[in-house]
Structures are given as C-alpha cells and as structure tokens.
C-alpha cells in the first residue's frame, strides 16, 4: 500500500550549497537561478548562474525548443537555486520532464552564499 506514493523516476535530489559550488568551480555543473528579474536586481546572482526566470524555463531549458540555452545539456548535471527553495524545487521537477538526468535543488541564493559561494551584483 505504500509503495503507491514512490516515486517510479528520477528526482530532484538536494544538494549541500558547498558541494554546488565546489561543482560549478570545476565547471561540472551548470547552476540556474530561476527566479524573477526583481529579485535578481534587489539581491544579485550566483557568480556565473544561469538566470532563467521559472516564467521562461519551459521556452529557455527544453532542448526540443528552438530557444533552449545552448549553455544546457540534458546530459550535464544542473542545480537551481531560487529564494527559499520551493520554486527551485518545482523547476527541477519541470527539468527531468524535460529529459535531463541529473538535477539538485541548493535551495536559496542565501544557501549559495552560506556554501562559500560568490554573489555577483545583477
């Protein structure tokens, strides 16, 4: 009975804010900050992110559009970052409908900080 809530695929999996930077330093994941353009100009991004609004990312990420970023491969790890976590949580899941096979939630863009990574103002 209880094997119905299980998940039969992938998942967005949670990923240390330090093991993210430590990824993106060694270019062996893409990060993408999904959240708005307001935010992004109040607060800053992470240093080399992605900015892909969660408004843009089923036009911007799914490689069978003509407008996909071509920084993204469905074959190379992503990890999303947002304000708290929960939107960055619902991009993640958007992604492997999408077809990509790795992809982390860090959680905020306070996380990324806290996990030593650098903030770049917008």
Known sequence: MFGLFKSSGPSVQRIAAADAVARA????????????????RA???????????????KTKADPSSPECDKRLSVDKPVALYCASGARSQAA??????????????IG?????????GLVNPA
């Open 25 to 40: 330093k060694k270019g062996e994941i893409v990060v993408i900050d999904v959240r708005d353009v307001s935010e992004l």
């Open 43 to 57: 607060s800053g991004k992470a240093k080399d992110a992605l900015h892909i609004p969660l408004m843009l990312l």
């Open 92 to 105: 993640g899941n958007m992604m492997l409908q999408m077809g990509y096979k790795e992809v982390f939630n």
């Open 108 to 116: 905020g863009l306070r996380d990324w900080h806290a996990g030593g």
